[in-house]
């Protein structure tokens, strides 16, 4: 099993910025793709950005473009969320995510199999 915890969230004005965490532990980390969702209240929750075990493919939700950034570092067993340009929009809670097997489309949840349990964002207008 991997598991998986995530840090960084907080409270933070409009256009402020914040880099989340997520460290893994019980497996090796370097050989999963790994991700983010989101999930604001009420609704379902949704993909912010993923990256390849290798590092090769990164894919980001549009209304992310040019203001978020996913990294890893495998020798830390931790991934990143830095965030940019905060917007009001972005308040949600944040989940990592990890899979171990293949699939092309990573935006769907049902395409990872760990989760962590979630750190909250509240971006102040």
């Known amino acids: 099993q991997l598991q998986l915890v995530e840090s960084g969230g907080g409270l933070v004005q409009a256009g402020g910025s914040l880099r989340l965490s997520c460290t893994a532990s019980?497996?090796?980390?370097?050989?999963?793709?790994i991700g983010w969702f989101y999930q604001a209240p009420g609704k379902e929750r949704e993909f912010v950005s993923a990256i390849r075990w290798s590092g090769g493919s990164i894919y980001y939700a549009d209304s992310v473009k040019g203001r978020f950034t996913i990294s890893r570092d495998n020798a830390k067993n931790t991934m990143y969320l830095q965030m940019n340009n905060l917007k009001p929009e972005d308040t949600a809670v944040y989940f990592c995510?990890?899979?171990?097997?293949?699939?092309?489309?990573?935006?769907?949840?049902?395409?990872?199999?760990?989760w962590g349990k979630g750190t909250h964002v509240t971006v102040s207008s």
């Open positions: 019980g497996r090796t980390f370097s050989s999963y793709d």
């Open positions: 995510a990890a899979t171990g097997r293949y699939y092309r489309d990573l935006k769907t949840p049902a395409a990872w199999d760990y």
